[in-house]
């Protein structure tokens, strides 16, 4: 069975580590904070602990129904699960009912002290799955299960009927935007940012807003960039007003004008939950039309919003 283990290294370190290190944190807190695998040897020893798990094996395979018992800290409002959908090749491992050589698709449901909080469908390959949860004010204990609608068999001489093989399961904080944007044709596509009205090649629209994670040292957003001067050159220069909203509240403006743009703007206390990240909104007062082709309306050129890192001006 040595081709099924799948190894895995978390920030650097062995995902085994984690795994012990946690086990011992949460002893007293009632339950396992997560399981990071990479030892069989040690995660045997922690899903042995009595009551603690059912349905999955030291190999970390998971039968159709596992159930296991998790701490949930009060800093991490995401149930995620991670693993593999094994493909068994030829279909000989196919549960019962369905035609040989059609690959695994399942679909994992999520509950937590009983209640469902999510599904998802699983196809062959490694997956990702994550459930909001309501925040604790002091860590506890949760009962998480996990439900497969569909099974395989490992090939002989195992044949054991499982969904997938756990890479970790545990509760993590939900995932945070950068806290910068300077590679605008990349940097955009994460999800993340939930950018509007700005575009990869750095222009940005009468209004502009995306989502910033703040890091704990820094207190002031920056944005460079340069304001164009469209038309001809006799014609009136151009001038518009930029207003950076925070959250929802005015934090700055500042009167642009054709040429360089730099605004430095101090991040309003108590704007937003702790770890939440910060909605930026970019707003001008006036814009200007690219030339055609491409006719966009636009108020400036971005070069970089976001917290600058420690010690560059």
Same mark, same amino acid.
């Given at each position: 069975?040595?081709?099924?283990?799948?190894?895995? /290294?978390?920030?650097?370190?062995?995902?085994?580590?984690?795994?012990? $290190?946690?086990?011992?944190?949460?002893?007293?807190?009632?339950?396992?904070?997560?399981?990071?695998?990479?030892?069989? $040897?040690?995660? /045997?020893?922690?899903?042995?602990?009595?009551?603690?798990?059912?349905?999955?094996d030291g190999d970390r395979w998971a039968a159709q129904n596992v159930s296991l018992r998790l701490t949930q800290p009060p800093d991490r409002a995401q149930?995620?699960? /991670?693993?593999?959908?094994?493909?068994?090749?030829?279909?000989?491992?196919?549960?019962?009912?369905?035609?040989?050589?059609?690959?695994?698709?399942?679909?994992?449901?999520?509950?937590?002290?009983?209640?469902? @909080?999510?599904?998802?469908?699983?196809? @062959?390959?490694?997956?990702?799955? /994550?459930?909001?949860?309501?925040?604790?004010?002091?860590?506890?204990?949760?009962?998480?299960?996990?439900?497969?609608?569909?099974?395989?068999?490992?090939?002989?001489?195992?044949?054991?009927?499982?969904?997938? $093989?756990?890479?970790?399961?545990?509760?993590?904080? &939900? =995932?945070? =935007?950068?806290?910068?944007?300077?590679?605008?044709?990349?940097?955009?596509?994460? &999800?993340?940012?939930?950018?509007?009205?700005?575009?990869?090649?750095?222009?940005?629209?009468?209004?502009?807003?995306?989502?910033?994670?703040?890091?704990?040292?820094?207190?002031?957003?920056?944005?460079?960039?340069?304001?164009?001067?469209?038309?001809?050159?006799?014609?009136?220069?151009?001038?518009?007003?930029?207003?950076?909203?925070?959250?929802?509240?005015?934090?700055?403006?500042?009167?642009?004008?054709?040429?360089?743009?730099?605004?430095? @703007?101090?991040?309003?206390?108590?704007?937003?939950?702790?770890?939440?990240?910060?909605?930026?909104?970019?707003?001008?007062?006036?814009? $200007?039309?690219?030339?055609?082709?491409?006719?966009?309306?636009?108020?400036?050129?971005?070069?970089?919003?976001?917290?600058?890192?420690?010690?560059?001006?």
């Amino acid at each position: 069975m040595g081709r099924w283990i799948h190894r895995q /290294r978390v920030d650097g370190r062995s995902a085994g580590y984690r795994s012990r $290190q946690d086990a011992r944190v949460s002893k007293r807190e009632g339950g396992l904070r997560s399981l990071l695998f990479d030892h069989e $040897q040690s995660f /045997r020893r922690e899903i042995g602990l009595p009551g603690r798990c059912v349905g999955l094996d030291g190999d970390r395979w998971a039968a159709q129904n596992v159930s296991l018992r998790l701490t949930q800290p009060p800093d991490r409002a995401q149930l995620v699960v /991670r693993g593999m959908v094994p493909d068994v090749g030829d279909g000989a491992g196919r549960a019962p009912g369905t035609a040989a050589g059609t690959a695994l698709r399942t679909t994992l449901h999520l509950f937590v002290d009983g209640q469902h @909080v999510g599904e998802q469908a699983l196809g @062959v390959g490694d997956f990702e799955m /994550r459930a909001d949860m309501p925040p604790l004010a002091t860590p506890g204990a949760r009962r998480v299960e996990l439900k497969f609608s569909d099974v395989t068999h490992l090939p002989a001489p195992d044949a054991r009927a499982v969904a997938c $093989q756990i890479h970790s399961i545990g509760f993590e904080p &939900p =995932p945070a =935007p950068p806290s910068r944007v300077e590679r605008f044709d990349t940097d955009l596509r994460n &999800p993340l940012l939930k950018a509007s009205g700005l575009y990869g090649d750095g222009w940005a629209g009468p209004v502009a807003s995306l989502q910033l994670a703040q890091p704990g040292d820094a207190d002031e957003i920056t944005i460079r960039g340069m304001v164009p001067q469209i038309g001809p050159a006799t014609a009136e220069p151009f001038r518009a007003e930029l207003v950076v909203v925070i959250d929802g509240k005015e934090a700055a403006r500042q009167s642009v004008s054709p040429g360089p743009l730099e605004m430095r @703007v101090a991040v309003p206390t108590s704007t937003t939950e702790i770890d939440a990240p910060l909605n930026v909104e970019l707003r001008f007062s006036a814009a $200007q039309t690219l030339p055609p082709p491409d006719g966009r309306s636009v108020g400036a050129r971005l070069s970089f919003i976001g917290f600058a890192p420690p010690g560059e001006p």
